[in-house]
DNA sequence: ACTCTAGGTAAGTCTATACAACCCCATCAA
DNA sequence: TTGATGGGGTTGTATAGACTTACCTAGAGT
């Protein structure tokens, strides 16, 4: 177990291509720490070997092991308590809010794997309610895009999405097998203005069906609109079902 | 010019309401920065003393300087390069997105008339999932409050709090039909780092009681945890029933 | 059951010292 | 004019050691 790999050599040759320059001792000790969390052998919630512990395995100064330490507590890598010890934290939520991504690149941050299916694509004329969530008057034609994204073949989210076809006039061609709709309107024009709400729904019929629901779960419903040079250009309502998603962020003050 | 205030006492009495402990030597060193930077008397894009010269005006170690250069570095307040020197930072905007607000404000900004009920104060014991949330073993004493918000007699939320009493020692003392605990807490100190996350919830039928709600609707959740000193002091689960209730933003990108 | 206290443990801080890496500039030679 | 060299100043890293502060546990006493 003692093997060459629990020390760090004093003087290091480092052939290392991603870095020109040999990393630093309390880098070397920062990523000795973060590879045996991300590989799972430290589990969250889990107690790190002590600063005094860590000197012996790796053959460095205690204000190194500590260096290493106290910037992983400000990545919010892991936390300390004074006189108790050091801890692996709990992983950040997936989805910052009210931040602009693709759930494509949410899922595959995750380590899962993304997959996608286009259940509707046509033109709609508005009724009176989606006419004012454009700002237009009711009867204008939009496009209307019906999508279910899976995580690992469990559904995760469906995305409905209302377009102005003066934003996006090919919207309706798009092959959304490979380009999601996303990707495509981010394409044309980044937003200038994004409004975001969260509801908490209890899904319909015909909702459940498409996140193969059991029963009657409380799902997020995430509606955000897009304007692009003072217009409406986008509406769109994303269903998560409660138990596999949740909205966070955490920033400082 | 030469008075004491260009030298850090050894001890420090400081009557500092923030903080009832004296600041450490590298916060008092990142304070004498920061005041010369908030005041102009250093400004954008000049040069700070070297650190061999803070070493002699302020009489610490270069060491302690150094680590309060390197963490106001880390806080964008100031730029350094190795062989050149440490300069002012251009100050960066920064976009409030979901910021911390007390339910009471919401509700009064709405036109309604807040009131709120305490139905809980107690001392528990932390179980393993709470104590993952403040970072902490399990068994650890937190102070725990339940209490119900009223929007015009119609229940809107259902608030509660972990506390931390080290940070809070008279959190169970205090008057909260008067003093609400956001404000209490809010004024011992505001919280230096914030996260959210946002759940859709079924309620249990304690909760659809407090909320007087009809049947199993579909809930809002938020959990905030607040840190202070890189420590989390509060976890506090907000439920709110999603007939009556949203999240929402919108911003400029 | 509860409170208080003492001891052990672990992180937090501070210092003095040393060396390395880097930048700038003055000097000097081709 | 150009290029090389080297010295001085500045930040970056690393160490050993000492002391401080905070937390937890176990045991004694109530």
Known sequence: MASDTDTLPRRTVSP????????????????????????????????????????????????????????LMGEGI???????????????????????????????????????????????RADGHLALAFDQRPGVKLFHSVLIHYEDDTPLQIEERFVSPHFAPDYLDQDFATTHPHRYLFQISPPHEVEHVIFAVTPEADQQALLELDGPEACLQLVRRTWVDGRVVMRGVFTYPGSRYSFGGRRQT
């Open 78 to 124: 892991v936390t300390r308590a004074q006189g108790v010890g050091t801890f692996v934290a709990r992983p950040a939520p997936r989805a910052e809010v009210l931040e602009l991504r693709d759930i494509a690149d949410d899922i595959q941050a995750g380590g899962g794997r993304h997959r996608s299916r286009v259940v509707l694509l046509e033109t709609i």
């Open 16 to 71: 290392d291509l991603t870095a020109s320059r040999p990393a630093s001792r309390y880098e070397q000790v920062k990523h000795y720490i973060t590879e045996r969390i991300a590989s799972g052998e430290w589990g969250v919630g889990s107690r790190l070997p002590s600063e005094n512990e860590l000197v012996e395995t790796l053959g460095v100064s205690r204000m190194t092991v500590h260096r290493a330490l106290r910037e």
